[in-house]
């Protein structure tokens, strides 16, 4: 009798709870931000978001995966510590998972019924081992989500802008059929598809960051600064390594066309040297003339003191700031005068996509190359 009122009274309150978010009969989307850190995480969900809209489904925004030092398991950031969810609904149908799986998941997603969806097997067994390693364990367990199956979706994808894809997906996985369609990877292309690109928009930092970042920027002399960042960790140097075979690594495509239409990735493009720098700092300090102030974003070695000492004579300083925080980081680059990013990396990828929706000015490390410069003289608004 006891155990019955208990459940009668949990049923009603999700009842309850549910009306606030009326069910979408066309479904949902759920996934795992399973790849890399922000940056990449960021390119997939401008990715998942264009995606969900041409399925017309409802995006469950994930939390963020994040890696803390030593810790063997991911942590989950709720997607909301750093974004505002009411931006996006702009755009599209947007919950946070942990409205979710409180309010929908109960009625849309039962346990019998959780399946996971991935393009081919993942691993020896015919099955997408969603919760296989870290983060795709840690992350479902976040939500006490265990799979009672797999599905191979391929050779269905995710560019919904062609192949009439949006109504293959529609077809096969019809939302009363399939109410809630969970991937154990991201929905998207990496880097982001050029259709997804102008998503970006839709991203707008909580008051908490954005405050952080204002806070910050006070504390720094009056006037105009630079942001720069400065992607130099020991596995950056690495990856770079790989560029004479790989010349559209990463993020390339932001400066080289998704093609390689504007040329090819080189050394100095991914690990810009003191040298190349300094001399472009200067470069952009002296076109500008009104900068005061240079500040580093970096994930290694910020150059603090060189950079100091380079640009001392013109009476510049620089900074950074005082805590390790990506994210208070990206929100500051996003508001500097004029940003110097790395081509390669999807970190500045990030900042460059915020900073163009805002019509603010970007330019990269040694893009285009000093030889190319002259016969591509219409990329100005890159080169500064
Ligand atoms: C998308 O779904 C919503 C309900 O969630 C519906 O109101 C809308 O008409 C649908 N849009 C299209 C283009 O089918
Ligand atoms: C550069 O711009 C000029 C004039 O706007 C145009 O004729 C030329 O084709 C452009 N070159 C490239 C490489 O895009």
């Not at 049923?11 to 989307?29: M, P, Q, R, W």
């Not at 059929?177 to 998503?199: D, T, Y």
């Not at 932001?254 to 100095?268: I, K």
Request: with cysteine; charged share 25%.
């Amino acid at each position: 009798m006891y155990l019955k009122l208990i459940t009668y009274f949990t049923l009603v309150f999700c009842i309850n709870n549910s009306k606030a978010h009326e069910l979408d009969t066309n479904g949902y989307i759920l996934y795992c931000p399973c790849m890399g850190r922000f940056g990449n995480q960021a390119d997939h969900f401008l990715g998942a978001l264009g995606f969900a809209q041409g399925l017309n489904r409802t995006l469950v925004l994930p939390p963020w995966v994040e890696y803390r030092y030593g810790e063997p398991k991911s942590i989950q950031v709720p997607f909301d510590t750093y974004f505002k969810v009411e931006p996006l609904r702009e755009f599209h149908k947007v919950i946070t998972m942990e409205e979710f799986m409180r309010d929908i998941a109960p009625i849309e997603w039962p346990l019998n019924e959780r399946i996971s969806f991935c393009y081919t097997n993942r691993g020896d067994d015919n099955n997408c081992n969603a919760k296989y390693g870290n983060p795709f364990g840690p992350f479902w367990d976040t939500f006490d989500v265990d799979f009672v199956g797999s599905e191979f979706y391929g050779p269905l994808h995710y560019d919904t802008y062609n192949h009439d894809m949006a109504r293959q997906w529609k077809d096969k996985y019809p939302p009363n059929k399939w109410p809630v369609l969970a991937f154990s990877g991201a929905p998207a292309a990496f880097p982001v598809q050029a259709e997804n690109r102008h998503l970006h928009k839709y991203l707008k930092w909580t008051d908490t960051y954005e405050t952080r970042a204002d806070d910050f920027i006070t504390s720094m002399p009056k006037g105009a600064f630079i942001g720069i960042h400065l992607r130099n960790g020991i596995d950056w140097v690495r990856a770079c390594e790989h560029i004479p075979e790989s010349p559209n690594l990463f993020a390339a495509a932001q400066c080289l066309g998704y093609r390689n239409e504007h040329g090819v990735a080189t050394p100095d493009m991914c690990l810009p040297t003191k040298e190349t720098i300094l001399r472009q700092l200067k470069r952009v300090i002296k076109k500008l003339q009104t900068i005061k102030s240079v500040f580093v974003a970096s994930d290694s070695n910020h150059l603090i003191r060189e950079l100091k000492t380079g640009l001392e004579r013109i009476k510049v300083d620089v900074y950074k700031y005082p805590e390790n925080s990506p994210h208070v980081d990206l929100v500051i680059l996003g508001k500097a005068h004029h940003f110097i990013g790395n081509c390669i990396s999807s970190y500045s990828a990030f900042v460059k996509r915020e900073r163009d929706a805002k019509g603010l000015t970007s330019s990269f490390w040694a893009f285009p190359s000093e030889k190319d410069k002259t016969k591509r003289a219409n990329v100005s608004h890159l080169e500064l």
